[in-house]
């Protein structure tokens, strides 16, 4: 969907948008890798695991064996319930130098379950727990790939930069090593030195492509290390989805709460009172009825104006919440319905074969109602789009407009609303609005059919 917002727009009174300016390289990437901080630090990571997954690798190894040997013992499982627990501890350690070095944002793992008080509950929650066996795993899957990410990056690190420094310290080898310079090759019968002008130049040029390429080879090697702790050290996949879904449920709790007050704010504010002022004016015609007809008439007559409006309403607080034409007829006739009340011209395509879940067609309609209704307050378009079709297991809604743009869904306006209702149902909604227009936002919702009765 998309409506255009400019500077100053507001969604439900708040901002809903920001600018930003960004700043330009004058030199491309390869080139800064070598000398970009992030590197130095993806490299001080490497260096720092090989010493650090030795340290590991033997506490692991030792206390896990120990245990392992004393459990025809009593002694065996308190000794492994404490080497599981160190191991718990090390990847706190890890997430923090990965955060550190890394810039990788891990969550913490789900905490230890201990039902009942004792060593012995403590215990049993630390042999059950997922978090400390994955955590033993990486301890002792970190060495090996340690020592290969240790060697490689050291290796190709020293001879770039050492090829690529060769002409500066050249003067080393005629001088104290008694030789003409660095020896490529050599035999019983003749050798082969880098020592004219040409080959120093060739190789310092090697030694540049080696320099340019080492971070990129480094950042590599690391990538192998974030999924490692990510997805050893981390809270396991089951974890995150229960964590995720009890966010969404308290998304749809706290809308189901604003949408009854507001509910209950439009009925007291608007028709309630509306029809309370009515019970009293047809009382007083009530009573002047005999001694005045012509003023009773009158009263009455108001009264009866009231009571359009009083209706309409209703009939505008009904559409806002789940009005009839989209359980009679669908997306298609509700939507047309909302465009006939935009101020601007709007173009409504419905392509859908059947029609979506009740739940998922009235998020849909209300997202498209919404943004129309925004469209014509603030983004100052002259025309507006609306399209719905459904794409595999999603449907997919875009509101397009030609206004003067600038909106901003992360900026806590009423668009990161539309966006946690959207993400409560596991959809997203997707904001392309640069400054000066055209606005296009972009509902995804996960399709369920209607159930047939």
């Not at 006939?340 to 498209?368: H, K, M, N, W």
Request: net charge negative; with cysteine.
């Amino acid at each position: 969907m998309a409506t255009g917002y400019g500077q100053g727009y507001e969604l439900d009174g708040e901002p809903g948008f920001r600018t930003s300016t960004g700043r330009g390289h004058r030199l491309p990437a390869a080139l800064r890798a070598p000398v970009e901080g992030r590197t130095w630090r993806e490299l001080g990571y490497v260096l720092l695991g090989l010493p650090i997954s030795i340290l590991l690798f033997t506490y692991a190894v030792t206390m896990v064996s120990l245990g392992a040997g004393l459990l025809v013992t009593f002694l065996g499982i308190p000794v492994l319930a404490a080497a599981l627990a160190g191991c718990r501890g090390i990847g706190a350690v890890e997430r923090a130098r990965a955060r550190s070095l890394l810039g990788l944002e891990v969550a913490e793992p789900e905490p230890l379950r201990v039902r009942k008080q004792g060593a012995m509950a403590w215990m049993g929650a630390v042999l059950k727990s997922g978090t400390s066996w994955r955590a033993l795993l990486y301890s002792v899957l970190q060495l090996p790939w340690a020592i290969f990410s240790f060697v490689v990056a050291v290796n190709v690190w020293v001879l770039g930069w050492g090829l690529l420094t060769y002409p500066l310290w050249f003067w080393v080898f005629p001088m104290y090593a008694g030789q003409d310079g660095m020896q490529l090759y050599g035999d019983e019968t003749h050798r082969v030195y880098l020592d004219n002008p040409f080959e120093i130049t060739v190789t310092a040029l090697v030694g540049l492509l080696f320099t340019i390429a080492t971070p990129w080879i480094v950042r590599a090697l690391t990538m192998v290390d974030r999924l490692m702790v990510h997805g050893l050290l981390g809270p396991s996949r089951l974890v995150s989805r229960v964590v995720e879904l009890e966010s969404d449920r308290g998304v749809v709790v706290d809308t189901a709460a604003a949408d009854l007050r507001r509910i209950e704010r439009d009925l007291h504010d608007g028709a309630q009172a509306r029809l309370v002022a009515l019970a009293m004016d047809l009382g007083l015609a009530k009573e002047k009825l005999q001694e005045d007809p012509d003023a009773a008439a009158r009263m009455v007559d108001e009264a009866h104006g009231e009571v359009k409006t009083a209706l309409q309403e209703l009939r505008d607080l009904a559409r806002g919440i789940h009005p009839a034409v989209l359980t009679d007829r669908g997306l298609d006739a509700a939507l047309s319905a909302v465009a006939s009340r935009c101020t601007v011209p709007v173009q409504v395509e419905v392509d859908l074969a059947e029609r979506p879940a009740p739940a998922i067609e009235g998020i849909a309609y209300f997202t498209a109602s919404e943004l129309l209704q925004n469209v014509s307050k603030h983004a100052r378009a002259t025309w507006a789009g609306v399209e719905v079709w459904r794409t595999e297991n999603r449907l997919m809604l875009q509101v397009v407009d030609n206004g003067v743009g600038g909106a901003d869904a992360s900026a806590g306006s009423g668009l990161a609303g539309l966006a946690e209702r959207l993400d409560a149902v596991d959809g997203i909604l997707v904001v392309d609005s640069p400054a000066g227009g055209p606005t296009r936002v972009t509902a995804e919702l996960p399709w369920r059919g209607a159930r047939i009765r």
